[in-house]
């Protein structure tokens, strides 16, 4: 079975954000700016996770314009990293994180990040959500990074019903022709931190609320 309307519901929902014209995410802007850095990539995703996107940004900025790239945080003092990164959640982990796979890259992939999902993977604290942002955003290679808003706004419209990012992302890789695949993260992503938002989703300037299962079986939003 292939989900032929994604193609639509990708435009409408563009159409809805050019009207509302949110800054976009912390790694599409990274994309943009950077012309394919998967390395940045990688680190800002780690950044990232329990973090307000203006915060990962601003962080990602001071933590590279005091290290290069994989060699200069491979070698980097924990301690410094901790210092830079500490605006974040969970900072200790992630300092630790950074260091870690900085290291591993370093030594196993000669400083460059691997562009496959498999050795990816293998990089310690690297799960699919990562990973597959890492392909889209640092590689330009098809595939669907799957974060809340993405596993939120997939089962309230309907394209799947399911309980985990893993078995939407299944889903939906299933589903979906992969050439629409690079789209999907991006948009989904703004959409579900300015429209169909986790708590009263803004319904009333949404375009798929005729697709909607969530807008149809409640429809107490306005
Ligand atoms: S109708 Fe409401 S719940 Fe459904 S996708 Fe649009 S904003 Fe989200």
């Given at each position: 079975m292939t989900l032929d309307n994604i193609d639509i519901i990708i435009k409408k929902m563009e159409k809805a954000l050019h009207e509302k014209q949110p800054r976009h995410t912390a790694l599409r802007k990274l994309q943009m700016e950077e012309q394919d850095n998967p390395f940045k990539v990688l680190i800002a995703t780690i950044l990232s996770a329990r973090t307000r996107d203006e915060t990962t940004t601003k962080i990602l900025v001071?933590?590279?314009?005091?290290?290069?790239?994989?060699?200069?945080?491979?070698?980097?003092?924990?301690?410094?990293?901790?210092?830079?990164?500490?605006?974040?959640?969970?900072?200790?982990?992630?300092?630790?994180?950074?260091?870690?796979?900085?290291?591993?890259?370093?030594?196993?992939?000669?400083?460059?990040?691997?562009?496959?999902?498999?050795?990816?993977?293998?990089?310690?604290?690297?799960?699919?959500?990562?990973?597959?942002?890492?392909?889209?955003?640092g590689f330009n290679k098809a595939a669907i990074p799957v974060d809340v808003h993405v596993h939120r706004i997939s089962n309230r419209l309907g394209l799947v019903n399911t309980k985990t990012p893993e078995k939407t992302e299944f889903h939906l890789s299933h589903t979906i022709r992969?050439?629409?695949?690079?789209?999907?993260?991006?948009?989904?992503?703004?959409?579900?931190?300015n429209i169909c938002t986790p708590i009263k989703p803004k319904c009333k300037l949404c375009r798929l609320k005729g697709m909607c299962n969530f807008y149809q079986n409640t429809n107490t939003f306005a």
């Open positions: 001071n933590l590279f314009r005091r290290f290069k790239g994989a060699k200069d945080l491979a070698e980097a003092d924990i301690e410094e990293i901790k210092a830079i990164i500490r605006s974040t959640g969970f900072y200790n982990t992630k300092a630790e994180r950074i260091k870690n796979i900085s290291q591993l890259i370093v030594e196993k992939f000669n400083g460059e990040v691997p562009d496959n999902i498999e050795k990816l993977l293998g990089l310690p604290g690297v799960g699919r959500k990562t990973a597959n942002c890492v392909l889209v955003y992969k050439k629409h695949w690079l789209r999907i993260n991006q948009t989904f992503v703004m959409y579900g931190q």
